[in-house]
Every structure is written in C-alpha cells, then in structure tokens.
C-alpha cells in the first residue's frame, strides 16, 4: 500500500502522515522534509537562493524515489501535484488523498507559521485569505483527479482508514 496524501498547505497533510504510519505499522514520510534533508537547505532557502523552478524539479525527482518502496504514506507539499506529471505517476504508483479543509480552517492554521512558509511569508491574514482562494482554485484540477477526496467532518482517522481499506 502506497498512500499519497495532497492538499493544500496547512490541511494537515503531515498530521495525518504520522497518524495513518502509526495505525497501519508503515513508513511515514513528509516530502518537504526530504527535500531540505537531500539539498540541505530549508524550502524557504531553496526557494530564496534557486528558484521555484529548481525546487519543482527537486520535488519531482525526490518524489519518484518511491516507486521503489511497497508500503508507506507521504505527505506531499501542496504544490506536488501540480507540476512534473507528479499527480499522474502517484495515481499510477499508489493511493492519491486529498485533504481537503476550507480556506478558514487553513487561514487559521497558517497565521502563526507564515515565516516558516515561503509562498506566504509577506502575506497579511487578508491577503492569506485572498492568496489561498487563488490557489486552491489553480490546484483543483489535479487535486480532483485523487482517488479519494475528504473534506470537512470526514478527516479523521476512522473515516481515512475506511476508505483505504475500501480502495485496497
């Protein structure tokens, strides 16, 4: 079982990423974490010194190194799916999850962190709402095209391990 889960930044990707690891006795991994272990750099300094263009190619390639493993969840950045085929090669390596908060909820969440967040970091909590709308609405494309779509009261961890199971 490969399980890929997406959404928007603050969704609670990497919550849920530890949570289904521990309940179904597997690997947990977070993408973005990773990334900064391979290039030894922060995301935000990697954005800052190369580029997001650089960034997106390193996502992808670090991204494809789990072809080879057989059991694992991943929690991707909330970009993954957008570039490099990435959500295509996940629906076709494993189980794509889309967690799926509404903008208040990730507004909320996202406030305190966004110096660690470089998409976000000069953003007022205006301009947060505003730049989270815009890029959930560029991100739906792929995000829809996930095996299983969870939102609101559906995120918690018996309504995730019903569905998986379900899709096994």
């Known amino acids: 079982m490969k399980l890929f889960l997406i959404g ?3 969704s609670g ?17 977070d993408l973005d974490f990773l990334i900064e272990t391979s290039e030894e750099k922060t995301i935000a300094e990697i954005f800052a010194e ?3 263009e650089y960034f997106r190619k390193t996502e992808a390639k670090v991204l494809r190194w789990f072809a080879e493993k057989k059991i694992f ?3 991707t950045g909330g970009g993954t799916p957008c570039f490099h085929e990435n959500m295509q090669w996940m629906n076709k390596n494993g189980k794509t999850i889309w967690i799926d908060e509404t903008i208040e909820v990730l507004v909320e969440r996202l406030k305190p962190e966004k110096d660690h967040r470089p998409l976000i970091k000069n953003l007022s909590d205006d301009e947060l709402k505003d730049f989270l709308s815009k890029k959930l609405e560029e991100r739906k494309q792929y995000y ?3 095996a299983i779509h969870l939102q609101g009261k559906d995120i918690n961890l018996k ?9 096994m």
């Open 50 to 52: 190369d580029g997001e």
């Open 13 to 29: 990707k990497s919550h849920w990423c530890k949570e289904l690891s521990k309940k179904l006795k597997c690997g947990g991994y």
């Open 144 to 146: 829809s095209q996930s």
């Open 73 to 75: 969840v991943l929690a």
């Open 8 to 10: 928007m930044m603050g």
């Open 159 to 167: 309504t995730i391990l019903q569905f998986v199971r379900s899709e």
